[in-house]
């Protein structure tokens, strides 16, 4: 048993120990844990869990250079399901799914998990995860919610699952309430970097925008240290300082903590999306989308029609240079994806990518009314290829100023409503008429 009466099929205690600090790294981003659990595997070459957990860790890197490895470590649990627990057995089943992206089928495999073992927070974490990129709102707040009963201010990690939970009650728009369960996670433990992401969120939608920054500056120390989400949240503090006009403070944060994180593609996302954002604001940053869009070219050369999310991102760079070019390539290559090994991207793609993609192509070659129609399109279903409100608000912006630009003017006092009725104090959506 670990520390939280999950059955587990290994005994030593050391190991169990260190199994349990990769967990926290996994939950807090603090670490890394595919290097611990490598050090665990050579020392315990059949801990079954520890193997679906490297395989975890890969895949939802959400980068095709690391599905092999996780394939890899799904086919070296397979090799020992026969001496596996009941538990680790399921696991492995929602795992094997969850790596041969049949997506809806791992979420409720992990349901299944939780439902015979609520305080397994592997299966826990990864389901909070896969929740976010299928930009299941409701799961991001319903699956905590249907295990945090069985756990206890005294069961070990109990803040963590506070802290999804929050962030699911954030994305169901349950403001209040997602404030005061991520206050509540943070009190238990305040370095935490989910938890303190939740309470961004809410200033972020509730345009409590000085009192975010002041909140995200006082616990600096607990968020922006050395830990993989860090660029995330410095992400966050932007839009933030973009509310308040502080313009050159994000620069010289996109500068200081934020593109440097760009080999890694959840790092190049948010830096793509905030120079996007800029450039919609009609801002000058200098020639800093160039080395973002080499980084895409480098990246999609294998890794187009991976995720769909990615796409459109790298779709936005390759516009900013205008390199329209690799646009087209994309686009062409997006059209004819079936990706048989990837089912889920495949209905993403269709649905959300490809329509983005060739919005932003429309963008880039000033046919801003095709750009409007295509936005428009996907805007309602966007969730569908994962994502934070907060993130995919880059569309409706880019869709504000498409429309601007085509001169339609009662879509953009249709959308502007929408706006100052969700935000009132928010200017984004003004400042991107004004610059258009
Ligand atoms: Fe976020």
């Not at 099929?9 to 595919?34: C, H, K, M, R, W």
């Not at 939802?60 to 057995?89: G, K």
Request: glycine content about 8%; hydrophobic content about 45%; overall charge negative.
């Amino acid at each position: 048993m670990d520390v939280r009466n999950t059955p587990v099929s290994i005994e030593n205690a050391d190991l169990l120990s260190a199994y349990e600090g990769a967990l926290v790294s996994f939950q807090t981003f603090v670490g890394e844990p595919v290097s611990q659990l490598n050090k665990i595997l050579a020392e315990e070459p059949e801990f079954m869990a520890a193997h679906l957990f490297r395989a975890i860790a890969f895949y939802l890197s959400s980068e095709q250079r690391f599905l092999a490895p996780a394939q890899d470590s799904v086919a070296n649990a397979e090799a020992l399901l026969d001496t596996a627990n009941e538990r680790e057995q399921m696991l492995f089943h929602a795992v094997r799914h969850l790596v041969g992206g049949r997506w809806e089928v791992a979420g409720r495999a992990l349901d299944a998990v939780l439902q015979a073992y609520p305080r397994d927070v592997l299966a826990l974490q990864t389901g909070h995860l896969l929740d976010f990129f299928r930009g299941d709102a409701q799961n991001l707040r319903n699956r905590p919610a249907r295990v945090l009963p069985d756990w206890s201010p005294d069961t070990p990690g109990y803040s963590y699952v506070l802290g999804m939970y929050a962030f699911g009650l954030e994305e169901c728009n349950q403001y209040a309430q997602a404030e005061e369960v991520a206050r509540q996670a943070l009190a238990i433990q305040p370095v935490d970097p989910w938890s303190v992401h939740a309470v961004t969120h809410v200033m972020e939608m509730m345009g409590r925008s000085q009192e975010g920054i002041r909140f995200l500056q006082e616990r600096e120390a607990d968020w922006a240290g050395d830990n993989g989400f860090a660029y995330h949240n410095w992400w966050h503090l932007c839009l933030l300082y973009l509310e308040q006009e502080e313009d050159q403070r994000v620069l010289e944060i996109y500068d200081q903590s934020i593109v440097g994180g760009g080999e890694i593609t959840l790092a190049l996302l948010d830096a793509t999306a905030l120079l996007w954002r800029l450039k919609l604001l009609g801002l000058d940053v200098g020639d800093r989308f160039k080395p973002l869009a080499d980084l895409w070219a480098a990246k999609l050369d294998a890794e187009a029609g991976y995720y769909a999310f990615n796409d459109f991102h790298a779709a936005l760079a390759f516009c900013a240079v205008n390199d329209g070019a690799r646009i087209e390539s994309l686009a062409e290559h997006l059209r004819h994806y079936a990706g048989a090994d990837n089912p889920a991207n495949v209905e993403m793609s269709q649905a959300v990518g490809l329509p983005l993609v060739q919005g932003v192509q429309a963008y880039g070659a000033g046919r801003f009314a095709d750009a409007a129609q295509l936005f428009g399109q996907v805007r309602d279903v966007a969730h569908r290829f994962g994502g934070s409100h907060a993130q995919r608000d880059i569309i409706n912006l880019t869709l504000l100023g498409s429309a601007k630009k085509a001169g339609q003017d009662t879509l953009v006092r249709y959308l502007m409503n929408e706006r100052q009725m969700l935000k009132p104090s928010g200017v984004l959506g003004l400042r991107v008429l004004q610059a258009a």
